[in-house]
Structures are given as structure tokens and as C-alpha cells.
DNA sequence: GCTGCAGATCGACCGCCATCGATCTATGTA
DNA sequence: TACATAGATCGATGGCGGTCGATCTGCAGC
């Protein structure tokens, strides 16, 4: 995994010992933080992530009128919430007839998951 | 684990089924669910993110002056990133004079990380 | 004391985001 | 065709967050 965070020369001390111990950097690319974070950020509300956990708990496909009571927000705002976890490729949707069920996407986070673990 | 998330009546079809199965609910409680959307959020920035990688690679504690060059932004942007982590529970610091050593704060992901897995 | 440095804080700017009411789209039903 | 419903979208609003330059706070050395 290529790191291109460039480090800077370490700038010279006027007198004393250096701080610490030799530089260290990031191994994990700027690429990949940001992929990372984006998913980080679209769990970061506590909507959001109780959304997730309702999807993940419930192995099958949950549709939107199970989801939007379960909160104190009105339907909009569920919309939306649904809408940026999708953007992130947390979730997917799916239509049926009147109605739309959501489900997670498998894949989506095991990437973080793996960096969280170590 | 409690759920203080209260279920709000089936609202009543005009004259069709129900759209979907019986309803569903998170086992995840409000408290809990902002707890761990805070931290969720406190690495839902790139450079927050990949601070903690590497105050996590580094077992030990990490000179401040090692951090910032690693970065594209001014210090007090790293100076702020660091406090939104510490204020997150996710690392905390120690002064040695004249510099500031952080480290990762052991069990501050615990909780995020054992309800991410499953 | 004075000077220099590391790092934190402050104030300001700007853009993004959570939320809402209102509206739109598409589907099903009479 | 007309109407009702599920859910998405729009526009507005208020607040939060990332970044910067400037400044402040301690610490070390002279």
C-alpha cells in the first residue's frame, strides 16, 4: 500500500535534543482514508446508524414504512438519511410495487471494519 | 439493553395488505446509538482518521511535532483535529516539557468496534 | 529579565448538513 | 379517469465544522 503523504524534513532544533523518536507516518493511503472516512461520516448520526443496525439485524430487505415511525423525525428527513447511506454505499433500495425496501450492501463495510479491528 | 425508541401504531391501509413483515425495531438504544455515531463522527474526516492510524501503529505516545508535517493543513488545524478526537474519547495527550506526546485511548473504540462486527 | 520555540486558543469565514413544510412522481384502487 | 398513498425531491433555514492567520500560554536557555 503506497503512502503519498510526503513527509517533511524534519526541521532543524535550535539547541536541543530532538522530541521524539524517528518519524512516523500514516500507512494507510490518502485514498483509502477518505473512502474510509466517507464511511465513517455517514455513521456518524445516530439516525443513520440505528437505521443500519435495524438493516443489518434484519437479514431480508426492511421497507420504509417499518423505518420512518421507529424515529422523531418526519418522513423527509428519513428520506434523506436513507438517501446519504446509499450515497455511500452502505445500503441499496429496492422497489416494489408502492412500497421501497432497503437492505445493506454486503460488502460495503469491510474495508473499515478491517482497519477498525487493526 | 433497553429501547427507548418508542413504535408508533400500524398506520391503517386504505384496503391492500400490509406492505412487509411484522415491524421491526433497533436493539441498539438512543444513548448507545449517539455514543457510538460521536465516534463514528470523530473519524469521518480524512486527517482524523488517519492520525489515529497512526497513533494506533505506534504503540507508543507520538510528539505532535511528528504529526503535523504529515499534513497538507496548517498546525492549528492538526491542534484542532487532535482536540475533536480527545474530546471524542479516542486519544488523549501528555506534555513532556515543551512538547505534547498523544497516544490512542485503549478502550475508546470498543463499543464502536464490537457493534461493527456484528 | 529577555528571546525563541511548541502547541493551544481565538475570531472569522465559508461551506456543508440536519431538519422542516410543501410539492412532485409513481403506483395501486375504485 | 379520478383519487389516495408511499416515498423522493425541492427550497429554505439554522447550526455545526474545517480551515486559516493571529495571538496567547508555557517551557527552556541565555
Redesign the pocket.
Known sequence: MAVDLQLSPK?K????EP?CEPVVYPDVARQQAERMAAVA?AL??P??LQLVDVLRKHAGKV???EL?PLF?????????????LRRAGIVD?E????????YVHPDALEEFQHWLIR
Not at 97 to 102: E, F, H, S, T
Open positions: 526541521q532544533r535550535g539547541a536541543g522530541c461520516k456518524g448520526d439516525i443513520r421497507c420504509v414504512c420512518t422523531d423525525v418526519g418522513q423527509p428527513t428519513v428520506s434523506h438519511h436513507l438517501k446519504v433500495s422497489r416494489q410495487g408502492l412500497w421501497a425496501y432497503y
